[in-house]
Each structure stands twice: as C-alpha cells, then as structure tokens.
Nanobody
Framework: QVQLVESGGGLVQAGGSLRLSCAAS????????MGWFRQAPGKEREFVAA????????YYASSVKGRFTISRDNAKNVVYLQMNSVKPEDTAVYYC????????????????WGQGTQVTVAS
C-alpha cells in the first residue's frame, strides 16, 4: 500500500510560482509512474502532468505545457510539480497519484491518491 502526501499549496499572485511536493511511502516508489491531477470547484478532475519511472519521460496537459514542470527524486521518494507563470484558471485542488499503468493521462488508471493540496491564484 502506497501513501501519498502533498504539500506546498497556497495563495499565489498571477504570474508567480509555486512548487508542489508529493512524498510517497509504503511502496516501491522508484517503479511507479507518478501523476498530478487537479480539480476546480464545479469541474471534473483533469490531468496536469505525469512522469514515468523508467526513463523519466514526462507528459503535460496542453493548458500547462511550458509553464509547469514535473520531476521526481527517487532517492527521496518525492515527486514535484514546479508551477511557473500561474494563472487564475490554475486555481484548484491538486492531487498526486501513483500507478503501474502505461496510460498516464487517465485518472482511472491510477491506484493511489493523495489527499490534495489547495492552490489559489489571485488575479
């Protein structure tokens, strides 16, 4: 059983930066693919970014590509989401998730989820 705990959320001004962290425990983090998803009020959960355990390939939603960067530190069992040039529409609860699946942009393929961290971008 893998436990995921997100941190780093908060209030940030539009155009600013924020770094989210997700600490994993209880499993073999280095062989899990990791993803970030978000859910805004009244909206469905959406894919943000993902990173493979093998090779470190990364994937992004078109809405964040070029602004957000996902990375991982297998020695520390942590995955990060660096958020730059944030916009008010980035406001959401951000969730970290882990999967052994090949398909990374589909939330239903993820087996483990964190509790989420709130990100609020002020205009």
């Amino acid at each position: 059983q893998v436990q995921l705990v997100e941190s780093g959320g908060g209030l940030v001004q539009a155009g600013g930066s924020l770094r989210l962290s997700c600490a994993a425990s209880g499993g073999t983090f280095s062989t899990l693919n990791m993803g970030w998803f978000r859910q805004a009020p009244g909206k469905e959960r959406e894919f943000v970014a993902a990173i493979r355990w093998r090779g470190g390939s990364t994937y992004y939603a078109s809405s964040v590509k070029g602004r957000f960067t996902i990375s991982r530190d297998n020695a520390k069992n942590v995955v990060y989401l660096q958020m730059n040039s944030v916009k008010p529409e980035d406001t959401a609860v951000y969730y970290c998730a882990a999967t052994g699946s090949f398909y990374l942009n589909n939330g239903s393929r993820y087996d483990y989820w964190g509790q989420g961290t709130q990100v609020t971008v002020a205009s």
